[in-house]
């Protein structure tokens, strides 16, 4: 049901969106093809941001620095009883889409995904998102050098995204 | 802010492969950074593309600005220092939209010509005024009804019920969303006054 409605979303609106054009008697054509146009401006300014801040996550992630670090903590993480599958992914959540989606693959492989770990990591990547993608990208695209709390408030959302996540999950499912 | 974590990733990060003698890979890390975001800018170019092409089409005859002043009771108590009316509201309510149906790829080109509306009533230029904080937290607490890739990453590994975790995952965006917006309040008061 969700599923479809999903499917039906984007049809829906580009249907609305050119009907309505036909409607007020515009030249439809011409119009998307000058705004399609506006892509480029936009891709160019996007493009320096997006190589910087993946050079910088991509040296930071895959150095180990960040896994070393974990390690270490792991008697904390257990004294917490949280999984210590589940810290990782929480902590590369906001900074690297791409790697939590391959630590969830990897939990979903090695655990099930109908267990409790299986589940919570699905709920924890589907209720948070990429903070410094995002903010790379937008910030970015418009050129805006001071972000003022923007990261603070985005990092909060996530942890907790992070801690619901876990209760939920709880509650839902037990342990 | 963005200075100093950058130079902490790169530094920590270098230093920490020096430690490890893990050149070699530090050496493949650099260099697939150009192909990872020139891969990336090639998948969202066209996608954005098209999306700014339909969204000019709604500019042009009159449904964004139409669509904004019906949204624009809700969307004004998230973000009072809008115009009423402004094209940007309207942006804004469709990345909102296509974002909860889960299809991240649309949303960003609505995020994006939003931001750059956003960026037109802004007085100064190089910081980010307070609507584009509260838009940016709206994204990144990741908000949706339909986590699509999830949904057929479980199904992949062969979930019993590869949907049962649709409503904890509302429920725990939810929570992310309450709690960004509230701090992004709290701290944006400091800002002001």
Known sequence: MIQLLSNCVIP??????????????????D???????????????????????????????????LTTIIDWMNPLFHFLNLPSEIVPMAILRPISG???????????????PDSFIGRLASVIQGSTDTTFYIITLYFGSIGIKKIKHALWAGLFADLIGIIASIVVVSIFFGR | MVNKIWGFFIISGICFCFITGKLELLNKQIL????????????????????MGIMNIATVSGLLKKMAYRLSPFLTKLF????????????IASNIIVNLFGLGNAATPFGLKAMKSLQAINPKKDTASCSMVT?????????TIVPTTIISLRMLHKSVNPTE??????????????????LDRILARRYYH
């Open chain 1, 12 to 29: 829906l609106m580009v249907l609305l969106v050119v009907g309505y054009g036909i409607y007020k008697k515009i030249d439809i054509y």
């Open chain 1, 31 to 65: 119009v998307f093809i000058e705004g399609a146009k506006e892509s480029f401006g936009m891709m160019l300014s996007l493009f320096p941001c997006l190589l910087g801040m993946i050079l910088g996550i991509n040296i930071f992630v895959q150095s180990g620095l």
């Open chain 2, 165 to 182: 975790i649709v409503f904890p995952c509302i429920l725990a965006t939810l929570c992310a969303t309450i709690a960004g917006l509230l």
């Open chain 2, 32 to 51: 697939d950074s150009t192909k990872q975001s020139f891969d990336m800018i090639i998948q969202i170019f066209p996608v954005m593309a098209l999306w």
């Open chain 2, 80 to 91: 009072p220092e809008i115009p009423k009316g402004h094209e940007s509201l309207s942006y």
């Open chain 2, 135 to 143: 838009f940016l937290v709206l994204n990144t607490s990741g908000m």
């Open chain 1, 98 to 112: 791409s790697s939590t989606l391959a630590l969830l693959n990897n939990v979903l492989m090695n655990y099930g």
